[in-house]
């Protein structure tokens, strides 16, 4: 297990004429970019589906509503605790399976919340999914950091930052037909199946810094010579960094 979380090693750098190199690195950037914004906005699946489900368990099962309160609650206690903690853990990790296990867990832990019929027990897992919840963002920074120099990052970060909306938009159409036709359960078993197969394509598709696949760090494609270069190593302490922190960790 230690091993997945282990950053990946440099590899040898890619041959090819400039424009080769080039088109590699756009490839390489929207696939990242993609990649991260489908699975951040996924991780809103299996998190603000519960805001659909509410009104139906509080009828069906006749909890009330300050025990679904105390769920939300407990659950957004632990994610900005989780937050917090694995930003410095992701830092130091693989993204890639970071990422994956984070909204892979997230998902089973739907399908228990989904059949499970104590409240205790929906608390207490509901809980735990604030854990990990809490490992999508971290991750995504760490990526887009290293793929786009900080001269980008203002456009691409407004970018990604749409996946959040998106995924909250998609949830509330998805969950509500689902807990109209089938029941509130359902607005945990069908998001809980989306989120556990697109961990399995971060596994796939998500990768590390460009050394990783190869390719020299984002200034030597970006022509920014202004910035130290350090093999795909970037420094994630300047200003941008630390407005973003403050802005989604804090």
């Not at 998190?47 to 309160?69: C, F, H, T």
């Not at 957004?76 to 994956?100: E, H, I, Q, T, V």
């Not at 019929?117 to 809490?134: K, P, R």
Request: charged share 15%.
């Amino acid at each position: 297990m230690r091993a997945l979380f282990t950053p990946p090693p440099a590899i040898e750098r890619l041959g090819g004429s400039p424009e080769e190199i080039k088109s590699s690195y756009r490839y390489w950037r929207i696939r990242q970019l993609y990649t991260t914004f489908i699975g951040y906005a996924v991780y809103y699946f299996v998190r603000k589906n519960i805001s659909v489900a509410m009104p139906l368990m509080e009828k069906d099962l006749g909890i009330s509503k300050s025990s679904l309160g105390g769920f939300l609650t407990l659950h957004d206690l632990l994610y900005g605790c989780s937050k917090f903690l694995n930003g410095m853990l992701a830092d130091r990790s693989n993204p890639r399976y970071f990422m994956a296990i984070g909204l892979g867990v997230s998902a089973i832990i739907n399908f228990v919340f989904g059949f499970s019929y104590a409240v205790l027990t929906m608390g207490l897992v509901w809980m735990l999914n604030g854990w990990f919840q809490g490992m999508g963002f971290p991750p995504c920074a760490r990526v887009l950091s290293h793929w786009f120099s900080p001269k980008e990052r203002g456009v691409m970060w407004g970018l990604w930052n749409t996946s959040h909306m998106v995924g909250a938009a998609v949830i509330l159409i998805l969950a509500g037909y689902l807990g109209e036709h089938f029941g509130w359960r359902w607005c945990f078993y069908g998001p809980g199946v989306i989120a556990l197969a697109v961990s399995v394509f971060l596994a796939v598709h998500l990768r590390d810094t460009p050394a990783s696949v190869g390719l020299g760090p984002v200034e030597e494609y970006t022509g920014d010579a202004s910035l130290p270069k350090s093999d795909g190593e970037e420094d994630q302490s300047g200003p941008e960094f630390r407005a973003f922190l403050r802005h989604h960790v804090f």
